[in-house]
C-alpha cells in the first residue's frame, strides 16, 4: 500500500538557518508525483513545490529546494534562510496509483522559526 | 482572482441533521475532490471527481456523499452526521495531470455535537 511517512513531528530553527523537513514515501508505481504543501496558523493549504518520479534534476522554486533520492524513496523539503513566516505546518503529499488526482498525504511536520 | 470557495467555513451542528458544504471553483478545472484533515492524519480524500457525473471513493468514504452535475460545484452532503466526523474539511481542484498541483478551499471546520 501506498504511504508517506513525515517522522519529525515539530522542528524549530533559528531565523536566517536552513532547515530539511523529511519525507519518505513507499510506492510499486514507477510514475508519480510529489508534492510540498504549506498550511499556516490560518489553515488554508499552499503549494510550495513539485517532483515528478522521472525528474533527472531536484526541484526548485525560491528558497524551497527539494532533495529527491529515488533509490532511498525520500523526498526531504530544504527550506534556505528561515523567516519567521514559514513557521507552520508542512505536508509532503504523492499521487495515488488510482489516479494522478488523488493525493496521499502524510501526517504533517510543525515547522518553528526563532527570531 | 482564480479560486476555490466553500462554504460555511464553520459550523456547529447536531448528530443526525442533514448537512451540506458546498464548494465551487472559477477556474475550470476537470478534477475535484474533498479532504478531511484530523491531527496527526494529515489529509485523507474522501471523495473525487474526475468531471460532471464522474465521481468516486476515496479512501475514507462512509457517512459521505457528493455530486458533481455541474463541472464548477462539487458539494459534500452528510446525510446523518455523527460525532466522529467532526474535522477540518477542504475541497480542492486541479486540471488533469500528474504535475498539476491541487488547489486548496480554505476549509470548512464542522464541529458535530
Known amino acids: 500500500a501506498q504511504k508517506i511517512t513525515q517522522t519529525q513531528p515539530g522542528m524549530f530553527v533559528q531565523e536566517k538557518e536552513a532547515v530539511t523537513l523529511d519525507c519518505t514515501y513507499d510506492?510499486?508505481?514507477?510514475?508519480?508525483?510529489l508534492f510540498w504543501y504549506k498550511q499556516p496558523s490560518s489553515g488554508e493549504m499552499i503549494f510550495l513545490i513539485y517532483q515528478g518520479s522521472y525528474d533527472e534534476q531536484n526541484a526548485t522554486e525560491g528558497r524551497y529546494s527539494l532533495n529527491f533520492q529515488k533509490a532511498r524513496k525520500s523526498a526531504n523539503l530544504v527550506i534556505s534562510a528561515s523567516q519567521l513566516g514559514d513557521s507552520a505546518m508542512y505536508f509532503c503529499a504523492m499521487t495515488h496509483s488510482g489516479g494522478y488526482n488523488k493525493l496521499i498525504f502524510g501526517a504533517g511536520t510543525r515547522l518553528a522559526v526563532h527570531p | 482572482e482564480a479560486q476555490v470557495t466553500q462554504n460555511p467555513r464553520y459550523l456547529i451542528t447536531v448528530t443526525g441533521k442533514k448537512l451540506t458544504v458546498t464548494c465551487s471553483q472559477n477556474m475550470n478545472h476537470e478534477y475535484m475532490s474533498w479532504y478531511r484533515q484530523d491531527p496527526g492524519l494529515g489529509l485523507r480524500q474522501i471523495y473525487y471527481s474526475m468531471n460532471v457525473e464522474v465521481t468516486d471513493k476515496g479512501d475514507v468514504p462512509e457517512g459521505y456523499k457528493v455530486s458533481r452535475k455541474e463541472k464548477r460545484n462539487f458539494p459534500l452532503i452528510l446525510e446523518s452526521p455523527s460525532p466522529n466526523q467532526t474535522s477540518l474539511y477542504f475541497c480542492a481542484s486541479s486540471p488533469p495531470g500528474r504535475d498539476q498541483p491541487q488547489h486548496f478551499g480554505d476549509g470548512t471546520r464542522l464541529s458535530i455535537l
Open positions: 510506492t510499486s508505481d514507477q510514475s508519480y508525483g
